[in-house]
């Protein structure tokens, strides 16, 4: 792992997902007390602005922390401007790194590139930075955000250029999903309590759903949008590695090429994404009239089928899964921002019951990371009824709120600089995703798809979720 001395290079350093997560999450690891002892951090992009506007372009998203810190903090940062293929600005930071690790008499270099960049510049910064600023005789890491391409084909692509510029373990493809606590613990659960682990598979599972929801709706950013969707944006990523990671048989270790390796062989085992087995939505105006349509977004086409809503049936042919019911899905402008994963396991006989609810394990991802299982007991006192209680394990109420628990992009940062592959997104495990994900895209991309059901801005999404969810096995609380 890296040990003393680590320079990190932030590349996008005015945008704003280094303005919004990367320096925040630099700042938080700082706060704890978890960046390496002594780092050299470089903000480089092609706006042209003095240090100390930089400082304070980035301190304005930071989170915790007294002006002290701050003040410790910004001092260890510097930004140089310039070109992503200009080979004198990239000699400029080459000299500032290397000013920094003689002056700490650095015999290795230990070297972090962040490219906080859209792909189409990608191959550009890599080559300059292989040409100009690669030291051979140290360690390098370069971590890379999606989108890692817009289908198999250009994710192909991407990763053909990259590959000679730099390896497959100085490469970090960044899915922040895999740093948030919850996902983080999906593997402890299921592989750590044999009440999981043993009723794991077809003849205890009836359905299994992840659900991503979000209470806003592209804000202004439809433009982008427009073009990527809600399958593409979260769906083939985020939500397809929580479902992995849900599914996959048990690793013989933690160790990352153990863990990714069965990640790869359950995805392998994934059904073709049926085209007629999907429910599409796009979001209108609020029933209120307050909140926008997307079409009202300026920025997006006005005849746009563009998807902000999504659920798709999955099937799992191995042993273990095979004829259950999987539903991923994923709304934008929502009444709720939430994140969770819903398993319902198979009734139990009715003999000794008139009428017994079926078993339910609920882990939530977010907001307020929770466990809870839902299960049947006896309305306590001279009733003899049953009724449904939770068995809960609620982060907020269980653990003190002192406890540090790293943001996803703070847990991930901290994974590259220990060397820790495990979650990050393997070459293998990207082409493989990419391969489920492409028909279906072209489908949804195609005259051949119906136009997207209009859902109200802050309702439940398209009205028929409640059918589609029914049909995939899930049985509604009011139904018993
Ligand atoms: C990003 C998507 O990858 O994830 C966004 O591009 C989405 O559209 C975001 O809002 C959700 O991340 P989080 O951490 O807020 O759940």
Redesign the pocket.
Known sequence: SFGNHVSIVVFGASGDLAKKKTFPALFGLFREGQLPSSVKIIGYARSEIDDADFKKRISAHFKGGDENKIQEFLKLTSYISGGYDSEESFTKLKESIESYEAENGVEKSERLFYLALPPSTFTTVASTLKKVVYDKNGTTRLIVE?PFGHDLESSRTLQKDLAPLFTEEELYRID?YLGKEMVKNLLVLRFGNEMFNGVWNKDHIKSIQVSFK?AFGTQGRGGYFDSIGIVR??MQN?LLQVLTLLTMDRPVSFDPEAVRDEKVKILKAFGELETDDILLGQYGKSEDGKEPGYLDDETVKSDSKCVTYAALGIQIHNERWEGVPIVLRAGKALDESK?EIRIQFKPVARGMFKEIQRNELVIRI?PDEAVYLKINSKIPGISTETSMTDLDLTYSTRYSKDFWIPE?YEALIRDCYLGNHSNFVRDDELDISWALFTPLLNYIESDKAPAPEIYPYGSKGPKGLRDFLKKHGYVFADEG
């Open positions: 999606k922040h979000e944006d979260v985020h994140v977010q996803a």
